[in-house]
């Protein structure tokens, strides 16, 4: 069985997924912790990401791995790291590059294979599984994620006004929708949820109740 989120940034697509996995016991894939690190990768390394040669070289030395609710960039955790705010930027900007995004569609799909699968992200229905059992594209008014994001980031002791990380949100949402390469969009069979009024409890029993209902696994 395959589910797959996708969404604006901070929609509640993570929490949600995760919970969905517990829940079910599938394998929760979150796909953008997966651009954060290459994000982090060329970002550490002072890669230029415009100079595609160097890009393609560095790409290949790339090896990302999930254990537990890791994650590992050449089996370093970086899961932390990869939640800075410079990285959020950066990791939608090297989102837009064609051979970024085949090697990790690639890699999703080869760690999907013959498994029960969450995924979330933006091109998970559009692309990536345009097959999935189901299909949920999840959003939230932009005051709502904001705040969301802010009460995260305060809690991990990383100081950004709401204003900023709105302006954050503001900012990626519109590169990834405008990108020509996969672009965030809601799959014309997915099922659009609006987050804003409900509880993480309320989004997980909303999805659990369509996939028990239709139960296609
Ligand atoms: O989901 P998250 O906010 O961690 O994703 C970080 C960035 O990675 C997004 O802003 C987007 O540019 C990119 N991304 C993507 N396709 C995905 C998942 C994430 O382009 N499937």
């Known amino acids: 069985m395959i589910i797959a989120i996708d969404g604006p940034a901070a929609s509640g697509k993570s929490t949600t997924a995760r919970l969905i996995a517990n829940r079910l016991d599938l394998l929760y894939l979150d796909t953008g912790?997966?651009?954060?690190?290459?994000?982090?990768?060329?970002?550490e390394r002072g890669i230029d990401t415009?100079?595609?040669?160097?890009?393609?070289?560095?790409?290949?030395?790339?090896?990302i791995s999930f254990k537990d609710s890791l994650i590992f960039l050449n089996n370093e955790d970086?899961?932390?790291?990869?939640?800075?705010?410079?990285?959020?930027?950066?990791?939608?900007?090297?989102?837009?590059?064609?051979?970024v995004r085949h090697k990790m569609?690639?890699?999703?799909?080869?760690?999907?294979?013959?498994?029960?699968?969450?995924?979330?992200?933006?091109?998970?229905?559009?692309?990536?599984?345009p097959d999935a059992d189901y299909?949920?594209?999840?959003?939230?008014?932009?005051?709502?994620?904001?705040?969301?994001?802010?009460?995260?980031?305060?809690?991990?002791?990383?100081?950004?006004?709401?204003?900023?990380i709105q302006q954050e949100l503001q900012w990626r949402d519109q590169n990834d929708?405008?990108?020509?390469e996969a672009p965030l969009r809601k799959a014309d069979d997915a099922i659009e949820i609006d987050t804003t009024l409900l509880t993480i409890e309320e989004q997980v029993h909303t999805i659990l109740a369509i996939v028990n209902r239709t139960n296609k696994g």
Do not use: W
């Open 105 to 129: 569609v690639e890699l999703q799909r080869e760690i999907a294979k013959g498994r029960d699968v969450i995924l979330e992200g933006r091109d998970i229905g559009t692309v990536v599984f």
């Open 135 to 164: 299909k949920f594209f999840l959003t939230a008014s932009l005051e709502s994620r904001a705040e969301r994001r802010y009460k995260e980031m305060s809690e991990k002791g990383i100081e950004l006004t709401l204003e900023q």
């Open 177 to 180: 929708t405008q990108r020509a």
């Open 33 to 43: 912790a997966m651009y954060r690190a290459v994000a982090l990768y060329m970002f």
């Open 50 to 63: 415009q100079d595609g040669e160097a890009l393609q070289k560095n790409l290949a030395d790339i090896d």
């Open 78 to 99: 970086v899961s932390e790291k990869i939640r800075e705010p410079h990285i959020s930027k950066l990791s939608s900007q090297i989102a837009i590059i064609k051979i």
